[in-house]
């Protein structure tokens, strides 16, 4: 009885510990996802700027902050 119960103990913090790498792997899903969506939205918006050819000195600077923000998102998810 007792060397089953032991075996119940260690089966089930062998399930926590799955879940709860499951659940980190989701999380991270979650964020990459939402890095591909930011950086795909950033582009297309890029392309637009460039084809309406509103890409001035001004716009370009901000269009630089914008990636170094998003290269730090990137950097600071990994």
């Keep these: 009885m ?3 119960a032991g075996r119940k103990i ?3 913090g062998g399930r926590r510990r799955w879940t709860e790498a499951r ?3 989701v999380a991270e899903r ?3 996802l939402i890095l ?3 950086a795909f939205v950033f582009l ?3 392309q637009l700027s460039m084809a309406l050819n509103t890409a001035k000195a001004a716009s370009m600077d901000a269009l630089i902050g914008q990636t170094d923000w998003l290269f730090t998102v990137v950097r600071t998810a990994r």
């Design 23 to 25: 659940r980190r792997r």
């Design 10 to 12: 260690g089966r089930s």
């Design 36 to 38: 591909v969506g930011v």
């Design 30 to 32: 979650g964020g990459t």
């Design 2 to 4: 007792a060397i089953s």
């Design 44 to 46: 297309t918006f890029l």
